[in-house]
Structure formats: C-alpha cells, structure tokens
T-cell receptor, first 114, second 116 residues
Framework: GQQLNQSPQSMFIQEGEDVSMNCTSS?????WLWYKQDPGEGPVLLIALYKAGELTSNGRLTAQFGITRKDSFLNISASIPSDVGIYFCAGLNAGGTSYGKLTFGQGTILTVHP | GAGVSQSPSNKVTEKGKDVELRCDPI?????LYWYRQSLGQGLEFLIY????????KSGLPSDRFSAERTGGSVSTLTIQRTQQEDSAVYLCASSLKPGGFGQPQHFGDGTRLSIL
C-alpha cells in the first residue's frame, strides 16, 4: 500500500527559530494536507494543497505540494511556544472506492523552548 | 456541539470483552471516517462511510472489527473479543462530502481504548 515517510521524527528548537519538515511518498497523491495534533485531541487541519507546485501560506505556516506529486513540505517561521505538538502530513487520492481516505505520515514531534 | 463528538473518551476493558465506540459527526456531513492511532504513530485508516453505506472497509484489521452508520449520522465501531493489540486511540472524522477537493476532514478527540 501507499506509504508516507515524514521527517524529522522530532525537533527541539528555540522560540523564534524557523522549522521545516517534509513528507515523501512512494506513489502519487492528488491532495496533500498538513495537520497538527495536541495531546488528548484530534488532529486539526492547518493547510490543504490541491495542485502540484502549489505554495500556500496560513499565517506563519507555509506548505508546498511537490511538482512530482510525491512530496510536500511544511515550514513554520518564528516559532512560538504554542507551536508545540505533533505535525502530520497526509495524502489523499479522491477517486474510486478510496474516496477521501487519508494516508498519514508518522508525525513530527515539535518542542519549542522559550 | 459544532464539532465531531466521540464517546466514551476513555475505555478500559478486559481482554476478550466486546466494546462499542460511538461517533457523532458534524451535522450535515455525509462522509464519515474511522482511523486508529497507536502510541507514537500516525493515523491508520479503518473504514469510510458515505451516508449509511461503507464503500471502503479495507482498513479493518480483522473480522473482529465492524462498523455501522444509521440515519446518515451516528456511527458505531464495534470490536469483538478484544485483544491487547487493539489498544489505541480510535479517531472519527467527517466531511461535508467525500473526496478531498475543498472538503477537509474534521476530527473528533478520539476514544482512548486500553485492553488489560
């Protein structure tokens, strides 16, 4: 089946630093999504990317959908303590019986030191 | 409430017992999804509902797992004869329509299942 490799697995940074994480896939997706999960809660959608090459920003977050459709990255600029959490990439192929089925990366655990 | 609601939030049970997990999607959302998250892992797809039917059950790990949805709304995930490897957080998500384009999936906070 489809697999997503997300890296790094964890990051320890100082407040104010920029962060970058990425996902690569063995096969093509036609939608890439980035979610953040806080302890004891469900994932919350941060950014959705629908077109190869698309670069989208949401406040301090920027994400890109790779040209090959097999990768995506997420950047967080000027990190703050509330950025702490687990970040997941997810790929989706909307079609056939797998309509809407998300395939998730393993997650990146982000720790921000004040 | 306005979001996806799951109950119970925590469930501890003995190996071999049956459990039922409930998901109440956002009102009007026709698509409903169940995922499983093991400790320190990403989410693993279990099953997808469109209305009351399940076009994709490919992620259910064994025949001990089943799910149903009634009235196009509430869904129940049932695990029979639970095993210790079933311990995980079970997450439910819903979207207005199936597919990804402009139809993000909204997640509940999950049910943390522990099998003793």
């Amino acid at each position: 089946g489809q697999q997503l490799n997300q890296s790094p697995q964890s990051m320890f940074i100082q407040e104010g630093e920029d962060v970058s994480m990425n996902c690569t896939s063995s096969s093509i997706f036609n939608t890439w999504l980035w979610y953040k999960q806080d302890p004891g809660e469900g994932p919350v959608l941060l950014i959705a990317l629908y077109k190869a090459g698309e670069l989208t920003s949401n406040g301090r977050l920027t994400a890109q959908f790779g040209i090959t459709r097999k990768d995506s990255f997420l950047n967080i600029s000027a990190s703050i303590p509330s950025d702490v959490g687990i970040y997941f990439c997810a790929g989706l192929n909307a079609g056939g019986t797998s309509y809407g089925k998300l395939t998730f990366g393993q997650g990146t655990i982000l720790t921000v030191h004040p | 409430g306005a979001g996806v609601s799951q109950s119970p939030s925590n469930k501890v049970t003995e190996k071999g017992k049956d459990v039922e997990l409930r998901c109440d999607p956002i009102s009007g959302h026709t698509a409903l999804y169940w995922y499983r998250q093991s400790l320190g892992q990403g989410l693993e797809f279990l099953i997808y509902f469109q209305g009351n039917s399940a076009p994709d059950k490919s992620g259910l790990p064994s025949d001990r797992f089943s799910a149903e949805r009634t009235g196009g709304s509430v869904s129940t995930l049932t695990i029979q004869r639970t095993q210790q490897e079933d311990s995980a957080v079970y997450l439910c998500a819903s979207s207005l329509k199936p597919g990804g384009f402009g139809q993000p999936q909204h997640f509940g906070d999950g049910t943390r299942l522990s099998i003793l």
